[in-house]
Every structure is written in structure tokens, then in C-alpha cells.
């Protein structure tokens, strides 16, 4: 197998409230729009979104609406931190520093979808 590029599928309510989310705090531009869906994309190493409505008529039990946290491994987070703060992103973890080596923090879009920066640093000895 050999993958070429890879897409993350959320469900929401709104597409466009993530869309909207996405492009102005991430980066992220509209690849793709359609009735029930916005793909979005970036220039770097991110993974591409794809924003789905969700539907209920099409909901199969045993599907599930599981939790996830959308990861992006970043540089330079302490001052995204300031400029997301800036900007009035949703932010539900602050930045903040574990032992392990791992500089973090939390935001939220207006569909309760969580998205984490993150960015290794050293460790904290002693």
C-alpha cells in the first residue's frame, strides 16, 4: 500500500461555522464545496478536513458519534497562543508545559470540535 495523502472526516452540525473557524485561526483554505460537505486543505504537511453535515437519516446503528481531538504538531506555539488569544478563538486548554517535553493548548470551533497544538520542546529535568 502506498498512501498519498491523508483526510480527516468530522461530523458536525455546521459545516460552515467550522469552515469559517478553520480558515481564519488555522490557515486552512476551501478545496472543495458541496451540498453536505467543505473539504479544506493547506500548503504544509496538515492533513486535509473534510467538514460533513451531519445527517441523521443517514446514521446506521452502531456508527457512534465518537470524540476526537484534531492534533497539529507546530512551531513557534507561544506566540500562535498570543495570536489566537488575539482573535477571540475559543480556547479550552491555555498553554501550558508537561514535564515529558510537550508545550500545549486547546481550542474549540463553534461545533464543539476540539483541535490541540502542540509543540516538543525539552523535557523539565530535576
Known sequence: ???VSSAVSLTV???AA???FFTSHLGFREI???EEFIAQG???AAVDLVLMERNLERWQPGQGLAD???VFTVTGLAAEYERLRGEGATI???LRREPWGELLMQLTDPNGVAIQLTEWISPLTG
Open 1 to 3: 500500500m502506498n498512501i
Open 13 to 15: 452540525a455546521d459545516p
Open 18 to 20: 467550522s469552515s469559517r
Open 32 to 34: 472543495l464545496v458541496g
Open 42 to 44: 493547506r500548503d504544509d
Open 68 to 70: 476526537a481531538i484534531v
Open 92 to 94: 479550552t486548554i491555555p
